[in-house]
């Protein structure tokens, strides 16, 4: 077990020196650069931008840019951003729990409602109910994020007053204004995930259902309740809990269109905002930090099954 | 989990949520100004901004040497009084005893030059080409700098109203080196305070300002919020208290809501389409090479239906560098009326009855519906236009690379109107990405850098104007308006043509 695991983790630093290597080299071919940006609005001659690209280092070539921004990194400096020469570490660090909390909350969101209506409308396979949550569940997921999140601000924010049009309070300042400051971008969030895990619940509870172990229960006389959450639902869950951890994984990448909705400072608006700037050390360090939560999550999901499984851990 | 426990969470989430919803949204307190931008601003440095948002912060943060009210004329600032000697070559400037930077050293002569050195000789600086006409900075005394040009250049007095004017303490600036930018020391009514990256700059009172009488805020606090529809939503809603840049299309419901109050200025700038006549490989094509071409193109676009269809009618339809109404438009030359036949006519003796070309957009919704129609206008002319959407930093590395035929482009205006044409048209431009060469504009270009005199400079920009207008190495087409909403609980803003919010004596209404 300890072995496999080690294992594990000696394959996620290649990964990360190949996901930042990819990146790198993507922003490096998109044309245009930082100070290329800067003659937009500021009257620059050649000289000046020469200069500029001199003193950014951006006139250095690709592999010496590559390693004097990889050796800050191992030494714990993931530099300056071009843009706002804010450090890049600690505009990171002031992303990363809005992004966890966004991300957290949408799961809660997604788990709390999409596994229920899933289970109901395996219950009720082929009822008017079923179609009614599956229906829904589909909505949720084509409602464009933007579309809904602008929605969902003038109605309960513009005409009803309930909740802030946007902006972001952490937990720590205040945490109730903190949750209630979050709901409506959650919400939004969650739209999707909750019909991907609302379809996903549904047809594992269905395969479950037909189970001899679920006929057993039942014969003896267990209430439906019972059969329902603790024999069937129990084992439905688990390719359900893998795919929620994906999703979570994917959440904690940013999610650039309700964080610019609700104006929410988190990873995917830094990161999106980072790209059409060209401020690289701001892109490679989200990108670095992103790929270690995913791998990280990947990695508590093979501890987990291996854990569970004894087939993983033999081999 | 037992269904008894998932139902009891569910149930104490919900009342959790019930409490939450009075406790939260609590308004701030009444001395702090809240504005939404519609961007985060970039380096909190004077030297190294570039963006129009990081200006509106400066605005409030860092004093410049002069500014200009609403009507464009020049007011004192840190500045009291400025002479420019006979010949413009010299501008002696007179800078007041009375004003302090926010480490509370005082802002004399001394200090100005050494800001204005920092900002010429640093090489990050982005000022290094606006401050470029001086050649040397003379301390005479305690409150007198004079300042040597290399040549004569009037517009010298309009960058030091923008951030080449913004004295900052040079020396904490030079030993920060670029970390100045995270714990900037102006001299302006309000200090640095804090600044989380996407998410908020706020601003405190600085009561050593010397006019501190006229900021009636503790605290100004400047919030992006990129999406227009939910900027305005937020400023209705009391999350701020004024936006900046509301667009054309939720206006309607911006009037009619009463909590707000609108203000509104024409900008400095202008949009225009640049067309590549002399850059590179993509300028050899028939709209780069033939003028009729480019005139048949401009015949084919009705300015007025352009600006209903996109702007809802609220923008300004201009064909010059210059909005009109400003000082510097030149009235004898006003836009053609849209002439389909005769752009027919034009291209039929050009040779090229189905003229093509591509048109690069950045990729915004304005621009995207701006080149929209305009390839269905110019196409009832026989033109057909390829549009071609990239990003905005794409778009500018192509275009300085000749790497285009023609681009649909917008400039935010600067208060002198050399700022507006002279690195665009003149030969030596740095912006001059079409790479036309005009020597009567070069000429007249040069010389209006030289008077003082208004009715000289006219003359000089009109006969430069003549000549874009017949040449057509880009044809303009509107003037954006800045529109700000704010609340109605908020007195005495002026909207400037510049599309600053200045916070000076703008404050709450009288209880």
């Given at each position: 077990m300890g072995r496999y695991l080690l294992h594990r983790l000696a394959l996620a630093i290649p990964t990360l020196l190949v996901v930042s290597i990819v990146v790198f080299v993507l922003q490096k071919l998109l044309p245009g650069d930082a100070a290329t940006l800067m003659t937009a609005d500021a009257d620059l001659s050649a000289d000046d931008l020469t200069r500029i690209r001199a003193a950014l280092g951006l006139d250095k070539s690709w592999p010496v840019q590559y390693l004097v921004w990889m050796w800050g990194v191992v030494q714990g400096d993931f530099g300056t951003s071009l843009n706002t020469k804010l450090p890049v570490l600690e505009v990171i660090l002031d992303k990363l729990p809005v992004t966890f909390q966004l991300a957290s909350m949408a799961i809660v969101i997604s788990v709390g409602i999409g596994v229920p209506l899933g289970v109901i409308a395996a219950l009720k396979r082929g009822s008017a109910v079923d179609y009614g949550v599956n229906a829904a569940g589909l909505s949720g997921l084509s409602i464009p994020p933007f579309w809904f999140g602008i929605m969902l601000i003038l109605a309960?924010?513009?005409?009803?007053?309930?909740?802030?049009a946007s902006g972001y309070v952490s937990p720590a300042e205040d945490f109730w204004a903190s949750l209630h400051t979050m709901i409506l971008p959650a919400i939004v969030l969650a739209s999707e995930n909750i019909a991907i895990l609302m379809r996903h619940t549904r047809s594992a509870m269905l395969g479950v259902l037909k189970q001899d172990y679920v006929r057993t229960a039942r014969a003896k006389g267990l209430f439906e309740r019972v059969v329902v959450v603790r024999h069937a639902l129990r084992n439905a869950l688990i390719p359900v809990i893998t795919l929620g951890a994906i999703e979570f994984g994917r959440l904690l990448g940013g999610a650039v269109l309700t964080e610019q909705v609700f104006t929410i400072p988190g990873f995917g608006k830094l990161l999106v905002d980072g790209v059409f700037t060209r401020d690289y050390p701001i892109v490679q360090g989200v990108v670095l930090v992103a790929a270690c939560c995913y791998i990280a999550l990947n990695f508590l999901a093979d501890a987990a099954y291996a854990s569970v499984n004894p087939r993983i851990r033999a081999r | 989990m037992r269904f008894e426990t998932l139902r009891r969470f569910a149930t104490a989430s919900l009342i959790a949520l019930a409490f939450a919803a009075p406790a939260a949204h609590a308004q701030p307190a009444q001395n702090t100004l809240r504005i939404g931008l519609t961007a985060d601003p970039d380096a909190l440095d004077p030297m190294l901004g570039r963006t129009l948002v990081g200006r509106m912060v400066f605005s409030s943060m860092c004093d410049t040497l002069v500014d200009y009210n609403e009507k464009l004329e020049f007011v004192p600032r840190l500045a009291e009084s400025w002479q420019w000697a006979a010949n413009g070559k010299t501008l002696t400037l007179r800078i007041r005893a009375n004003a302090f930077f926010h480490d509370g050293s005082p802002v004399d002569a001394a200090a100005v030059k050494a800001s204005l050195d920092r900002a010429r000789s640093n090489?990050?600086?982005?000022r290094r080409s606006e401050l470029g006409p001086i050649a040397e900075t003379v301390v005479i005394d305690a409150q007198t700098l004079r300042l040597d040009l290399r040549s004569a250049f009037i517009p010298l007095l309009a960058q030091f109203a923008d951030r080449g004017g913004m004295?900052?303490?040079?020396k904490p600036a030079e030993a920060a080196g670029q970390e100045f930018a995270r714990n900037p020391i102006c001299a302006g009514p309000y200090r640095f305070a804090e600044r989380v990256a996407q998410d908020r700059i706020v601003l405190q009172r600085f009561d050593r300002h010397w006019e501190k009488d006229q900021y009636h805020f503790d605290r100004v606090v400047y919030l992006p919020i990129p999406d227009a529809t939910v900027r305005l939503a937020n400023v209705q809603a009391g999350s701020v208290d004024m936006i900046e840049r509301i667009l054309p299309t939720d206006l309607p419901n911006a009037r009619r809501d009463r909590r707000l109050k609108l203000a509104d200025a024409v900008e400095l700038g202008w949009n225009s389409i640049i067309i590549n006549t002399n850059n590179g490989a993509k300028a050899d094509n028939v709209l780069g090479k033939d003028k009729r071409v480019r005139e048949a193109l401009e015949l084919s676009l009705d300015r007025d239906i352009l600006n209903r269809a996109a702007h809802a009618g609220e923008f300004v339809v201009g064909n010059q560098p210059f909005a009109p109404g400003t000082p510097y438009y030149a009235k004898e030359l006003p836009p053609k009326p849209r002439n389909v036949a005769r752009a027919r006519e034009l291209l039929r003796e050009a040779g090229v009855p189905n003229a093509s070309f591509t048109l690069m957009v950045p990729n915004d919704t304005e621009r995207n519906a701006v080149a929209q129609i305009i390839q269905q206008m110019a196409r009832e002319a026989g033109f057909d236009i390829k549009l071609q959407v990239v990003d905005f930093a794409t778009s500018i590395a192509m275009s300085q690379k000749g790497d285009f035929e023609a681009y649909l482009l917008s400039w935010s205006g600067r208060v002198d109107p050399d700022g507006n044409v002279h690195t665009f048209f003149h030969s030596t431009g740095a912006q001059n990405d079409s790479k036309f060469v005009s020597p009567i504009i070069d000429n007249a270009l040069d010389k209006a850098r030289e008077l003082t005199d208004p009715g000289e400079r006219l003359k000089l920009y009109s006969a430069a104007t003549a000549v874009l207008l017949d040449e057509r190495p880009r044809i303009f087409t509107y003037h954006r308006k800045w529109f700000f909403a704010y609340s109605s609980r908020l007195s005495d803003f002026t909207a400037n043509p510049d599309g600053m919010i200045r916070v000076r004596g703008l404050r709450w209404n009288a209880q």
């Open positions: 309960f924010s513009v005409e009803l007053n309930w909740f802030p | 090489p990050q600086s982005l004295i900052v303490n040079a």
